[in-house]
């Protein structure tokens, strides 16, 4: 999907099997004329980020990814900000909540941090990916959206998915419109998303997050959620 936005062949590889030799692994790509390799590492693995800084790779972001540790069946007794409901999207909303995707998520995460990627193409990853949970179960089971007076102000998709091959619930992506933050909107759409998931019997779990994006760690923390595990991106240009 990323070589095909950008018109240059991009791989995402795991180096996490120490079966294989991360500059083998390179190598073999460079190869094969591929011209970037993105690639997240637990921030545990220290030798294989010394590796990996070795064979030219360039930090993009770090990640920590939040498991909710409140007991299931606590989870209902969150309180929501009634001022602006919460409610799953109804078809109208998907090209609001495009745009806001294209406000919100502008300068985020490791594509706006590598400045070799084109500004436009990357902003268009946010947007494209706004569309396809809203409108594909593939990508979310259910997106939930806050309303001021019947306009979405923000959303959040969740998603049943497998982490170490056992299912977990987990969210996808969220934002809210930058003239409603620090209202408690995604907080309200968070506790949303922990009722969503107590429904199911589970609790929302590797819910990532920039560890620079200070307002949402404080979302989590507030809401009963500690990380679980944490992670770096690393770009390398070949
Ligand atoms: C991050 C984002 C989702 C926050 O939404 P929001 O509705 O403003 O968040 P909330 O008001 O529910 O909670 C934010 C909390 O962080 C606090 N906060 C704000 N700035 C902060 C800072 N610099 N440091 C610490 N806490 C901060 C707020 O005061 C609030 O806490 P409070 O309820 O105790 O007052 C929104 O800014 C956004 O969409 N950003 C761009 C996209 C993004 O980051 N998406 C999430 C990743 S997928």
Request: charged share 25%; proline share 3%; hydrophobic share 40%.
């Given at each position: ?65 939040y ?25 109208a ?49 259910i ?64 819910m ?20 679980g ?10």
């Amino acid at each position: 999907m990323d070589s095909r936005r950008f018109g240059f062949k991009i791989a995402k590889v795991d180096f996490s099997d120490d079966a294989n030799d991360p500059g083998e692994i390179v190598s073999f790509l460079k190869e094969k004329e591929f011209r970037l390799i993105i690639t997240k590492t637990i921030c545990e693995d220290i030798p294989l980020i010394n590796r990996l800084e070795k064979l030219g790779f360039e930090t993009m972001d770090f990640q920590v990814g939040y498991d909710y540790y409140v007991k299931k069946d606590t989870g209902s007794a969150i309180k929501f900000n009634s001022d602006f409901p919460v409610h799953a999207i109804d078809p109208a909303d998907v090209e609001p909540l495009v745009i806001l995707a294209g406000q919100a998520f502008d300068g985020f995460g490791h594509y706006f941090a590598d400045k070799r990627l084109d500004r436009k193409l990357c902003l268009e990853i946010y947007k494209d990916w706004t569309r396809n949970v809203c409108t594909n179960k593939d990508f979310a089971e259910i997106v939930y959206a806050a309303y001021d007076e019947g306009r979405p102000i923000g959303y959040f998709a969740f998603t049943e998915r497998l982490l170490n091959k056992v299912p977990i619930a987990s969210g996808v992506m969220g934002a809210v419109a930058s003239s409603y933050n620090g209202k408690g909107i995604f907080q309200s759409l968070l506790a949303r998303g922990v009722e969503w998931a107590a429904a199911k019997g589970m609790v929302l779990k590797d819910m990532k997050v920039h560890t620079t994006n200070y307002p949402i760690n404080t979302a989590f923390s507030k809401l009963g959620f500690r990380i679980g595990n944490s992670c770096i991106t690393m770009h390398c240009w070949l």
